[in-house]
């Protein structure tokens, strides 16, 4: 019991010994409880659940109960009697842990098999722990599974997995699976204090929180950090020195990252980026911690029944979108810059101004940090990447960028939501969103349809209306991007995708050339109106396709790519 000179790992120390000890996860246990106290524990028990969670921990504390001889009338065992001693001292000869990493294979399994009949030792039931039990190999489960069956009335088998999905059929059948969930911040909270007030060690709460939040869900882990700090530091445990030790971000750097990403920034974005690299931050890490950011924010205002800002919608999708696998070239850093760029041309015309839009808790001059470079610096990154998703294709951006900035005209459509990706329209609730939506009452149902079919017409020959507008090169690209919408006595109303919002600008200043033009096409004077609209949500042209759709197309595929990530915890 005495643990010697060795330094003994936290979590090992302070592993629950009694349900009682067991932190969250009330529903497993009361469940397990109950089985005990009824005398009705099944043969084969599965123990599901994210890593460091504790699994093995309740496998040995049910293997206590079922073999504890002063067990409490609420199921828990003793602790103390010789059963639950030996089980706690890892000497019980009945109590037998495989790694199934290690053991997968037939023969291990055969070994196993032929011991089972054999009557237990030192114990009342023999019990299996099985950890990482979905490595075990198809063959090892075919051994197993008549055990499984018809198992000595003796044995017990305990299965532990991170991924049940991996476990044959046959054998999710014959087994009583137990879902452990990812503990709380405020579980995971309360046992590191309980940990630190043990150990008389003075303690910095928000580094207690920062280390819960970064442990995400997982008890082991929270403790294993915390086992670093105390064993590095003599003194109080701070913040700064969790974010030393894991390569964290501070909250100021994360705040105006977000600020600068949000608000269309990227120079000042991009600063940031250098500083945190040169404090050897690891961008990984920083990119969790932004995102997280992002989440509390939403969730905040969901929880408060505030709209969320479509732009913060829009940032938190690009972020979770990056791929920290990808290495080289087109890396975590070039990611990361592509979102501020990405974000900066969307977020032109958010009606929200960036710093309202941001992590509540920001102090009121926090955005002054981010303004240092502006948007010139924002090209260098940009170029050496051709194959990448750049932001703004075929029309000359490069003024249309510079005008933007104030939410031109229209103030109906004023708000542009979150980009072209399908995905938002679910999540995202966009109250003000005033743009037609053809799905419903669209086109067909046009409140005034031009009686001589002038919408039909545009629609089917808008190759040509795109050749006589487009006869001024300069005109041609912004036209070939945009479609007739719907058609109001002499008024024709022409959409641009909505995630270009810079556009409005440039038909607006070309909009002589416009109403020439189309009117030529229709035999009459025409007025035009412009609007933002979710290309794909609305009908597409007959003849479809020309070449801005095609490169918009293979910009969204690409996106839609990238968007193909693990989950960030
Ligand atoms: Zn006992």
Redesign the pocket.
């Known amino acids: 019991m005495t643990e010697g000179t060795a330094h003994q790992a936290l979590y090992r120390r302070w592993r629950a010994q009694t349900f009682s000890e067991i932190v969250g996860q009330e529903a497993v246990v009361q469940t397990l409880r109950n089985a005990v106290v009824t005398g009705r524990v099944a043969h084969a028990i599965l123990f599901t659940g994210p890593r460091g969670t504790g699994k093995t921990s309740l496998a040995r504390i049910l293997a206590?109960a079922v073999n504890?001889?002063?067990l409490a009338p609420n199921g828990d065992?003793?602790?103390?009697?010789p059963?639950?001693v030996a089980i706690r001292d890892g000497r019980a000869m009945d109590l037998v842990e495989i790694d199934a990493a290690s053991n997968r294979g037939i023969d291990n399994i055969r070994d196993l098999r032929e011991r089972l009949a054999y009557a237990p030792q030192d114990l009342r039931r023999k019990v299996y722990i099985l950890d990482e039990a979905h490595q075990i190999t198809k063959d090892g489960w075919n051994a197993l599974l008549k055990s499984l069956e018809e198992p000595p009335e003796f044995v017990t088998f305990m299965f532990a997995s991170t991924h049940p999905q991996d476990f044959p059929p046959a054998i999710l059948s014959r087994v009583q699976r137990f879902d452990v969930r990812r503990l709380t911040v405020a579980e995971i909270t309360g046992k590191l204090e309980m940990i630190l007030a043990a150990d008389g060690r003075e303690v910095d709460p928000e580094a207690v929180r920062l280390i819960a939040r970064l442990a995400a869900g997982g008890m082991r882990d929270a403790e294993s950090i915390l086992d670093q700090l105390l064993s590095s530091t003599a003194g109080p445990i701070t913040a700064e020195a969790v974010r030393d030790l894991l390569g964290l971000a501070d909250t100021e750097s994360v705040r105006n990252f977000l600020v600068a990403l949000v608000g269309g920034d990227p120079g000042g974005g991009i600063s940031i980026l250098d500083g945190l690299e040169e404090r050897g931050r690891d961008l990984r890490v920083f990119l969790d911690q932004a995102v997280e950011s992002l989440r509390e924010r939403m969730l905040a205002d969901v929880g408060q029944g505030r709209p969320v800002e479509p732009v913060v919608v829009a940032a938190a999708r690009r972020l979770a979108a990056i791929d920290t696998a990808r290495l080289g070239a087109g890396g975590l850093r070039l990611q990361l810059e592509l979102a501020l760029l990405d974000t900066a041309v969307s977020s032109a015309v958010s009606a929200a101004p960036p710093s309202a839009v941001l992590p509540r808790p920001m102090a009121p001059g926090a955005t002054s940090a981010s303004a240092s470079t502006p948007a010139p610096a924002a090209a260098r990154p940009a170029d050496p990447a051709p194959a990448a998703p750049t932001p703004t294709p075929p029309v000359d951006p490069a003024p249309a960028i510079a005008v933007e900035s104030h939410p031109s005209g229209a103030p109906e459509l004023a708000r542009a939501s979150s980009r072209g990706h399908p995905a938002p329209s679910a999540t995202v609730p966009e109250p003000r969103s005033a743009l037609p939506s053809p799905a419903a009452p669209g086109p067909k149902s046009d409140p005034a349809p031009a009686p001589s079919g002038d919408l039909e017409r545009l629609r089917d020959g808008w190759r040509d209306v795109i050749a006589i507008i487009g006869a001024n090169p300069a005109v041609k690209p912004l036209i070939s991007d945009c479609r007739p919408m719907a058609v109001e006595g002499n008024t024709v109303t022409i959409a641009f995708p909505e995630e270009k919002p810079f556009y409005r600008e440039n038909l607006e200043r070309r909009r002589t050339a416009l109403e020439a033009g189309l009117g030529q096409f229709l035999g009459h004077t025409v007025g035009v109106r412009c609007v933002a609209a979710n290309f794909e949500l609305i009908p597409q042209l007959p003849s479809a396709v020309d070449e801005a759709r095609i490169l918009e197309e293979a910009h969204r595929i690409f996106a839609d790519d990238l968007a193909d990530i693990p989950e960030i915890t």
């Open positions: 206590k504890c001889t002063d065992p003793c602790d103390r009697c059963s639950c």
